[in-house]
């Protein structure tokens, strides 16, 4: 079984900065991309920023310059470090992963949510 346990979500003024950590635990062969992907409500998940197991990166538009995702694979943990917060960052945050349980086994994981609030 994988867990993926998010942490680091809180209450920040405009401005302000947060960094969210995201832990792959449990039956691990391989973790590939990891990706934050984030909903608000009456929209739909969006997908925020994705990382490569290389190291690749990708962010959405509206977050680009503010955020940066990065990984240790050693630990098999992806972050979000947010900055120049937005009100319009607000939402619930969510770490996904694809994982390889064992070698030729593949699965998409998702954390619990972690709740972001930017204030105005």
């Known amino acids: 079984q994988v867990q993926l346990v998010e942490s680091g979500g809180g209450l920040v003024e405009a401005g302000g900065s947060l960094r969210l950590s995201c832990a792959a635990s449990g039956s691990i062969f391989r973790v590939n991309k990891m990706d934050w992907y984030r909903q608000s409500p009456g929209k739909q998940r969006e997908l925020v920023s994705t990382?490569?197991?290389?190291?690749?990166?990708d962010y959405v538009e509206s977050v680009k310059g503010r955020f940066t995702i990065s990984r240790d694979n050693a630990k098999n943990t992806v972050y979000l470090q947010m900055n120049s917060l937005k009100p319009e960052d607000t939402a619930v945050y969510y770490c996904?992963?694809?994982?390889?349980?064992?070698?030729?086994?593949?699965?998409?994981?998702w954390g619990q949510g972690t709740q972001v609030t930017v204030s105005s």
């Open positions: 996904h992963a694809e994982v390889q349980p064992r070698a030729g086994m593949f699965g998409d994981y």
């Open positions: 990382t490569t197991r290389g190291g690749s990166t």
